[in-house]
């Protein structure tokens, strides 16, 4: 079964520091890697997805994320975040973009 | 993007009771929708796979005769709670598969409160 791990829970930061969210999967197959955020009070939006080729992947919103089929990591980054990227953020793994398997979340705030 | 609505957006309920929760599709036609369930302080969980015109798929260990869903068209999905208990009590959230896009929208989600 797949499932998905993301070690950082909470995380606070300036504005203007440089961002890295953890996520590892464990699947045996094919996979297809999804980063979601969701603002205070909003419905999740995808900020990025894997499918094949480049395994760095650009996003919306000056997010990237790099996959790491060896270490089954899908970590997200951002080099320089602002006060409007305070958010949840969920990695997830999925059959196509059918059937996610979400992680736990990891909750940034970020303090002007 | 596509957007996907859910009603209500809370709800309220006592022991016993069954409530409906509607996720519409409002400028596509989704054939397939998701239903999430979301604990406190936890993930997503997929609880079933809505397919228009025909039964729900659930997920292993999700009880269908509990958590009624019907995808009666293509923009229209309900889950119904059956029997609701406060265990029951979560943030229930649909998605829908938008092919074009390659990905799921989802929906703004529904708190359910059971006393």
């Known amino acids: 079964a797949q499932s998905v791990s993301q070690h950082n829970h909470h995380v606070i930061l300036s504005e203007a520091a440089s961002l890295e969210l953890g996520c590892n999967y464990s699947?045996?197959?094919?996979?297809?890697l999804f980063w979601y955020v969701q603002y205070p009070g909003q419905h999740l939006q995808l900020l990025l997805k894997?499918?094949?080729?480049?395994?760095l992947v650009k996003g919306i919103k000056g997010f990237e994320a790099e996959f790491i089929k060896s270490k089954f990591s899908f970590n997200l980054r951002k080099p320089s975040v602002q006060w409007s990227d305070t958010a949840e953020y969920f990695c997830?793994?999925?059959?196509?973009?059918?059937?996610?398997?979400f992680g736990t979340g990891t909750r940034l705030l970020v303090s002007p | 993007g596509a957007v996907v609505s859910q009603h209500p957006s809370w709800v309220i309920c006592k022991s016993g009771t069954s409530v409906k929760i509607e996720c519409r599709s409002l400028?596509?036609?989704?054939?397939?929708m998701f239903w999430y369930r979301q604990f406190p302080k936890q993930s997503l969980m997929l609880m079933a796979t809505?397919?228009?015109?025909?039964?729900?798929?659930?997920e292993q260990g999700v009880e269908k005769d509990k958590f009624l869903i019907n995808h009666a068209s293509l923009t229209l999905s309900t889950l119904t709670v059956t029997s609701a208990h406060p265990e029951d009590s979560s943030f229930y959230i649909c998605?829908?598969?938008?092919?074009?896009?390659?990905?799921?929208?989802f929906g703004p989600g529904t708190r359910l409160t059971v006393l």
């Open positions: 998605s829908a598969i938008v092919s074009d896009y390659n990905e799921q929208f």
């Open positions: 699947y045996g197959g094919t996979v297809n």
């Open positions: 894997y499918f094949s080729g480049d395994p």
């Open positions: 997830a793994v999925g059959e196509g973009f059918q059937k996610l398997v």
């Open positions: 400028d596509f036609q989704a054939t397939t």
């Open positions: 809505s397919n228009e015109g025909s039964k729900a798929t659930y």
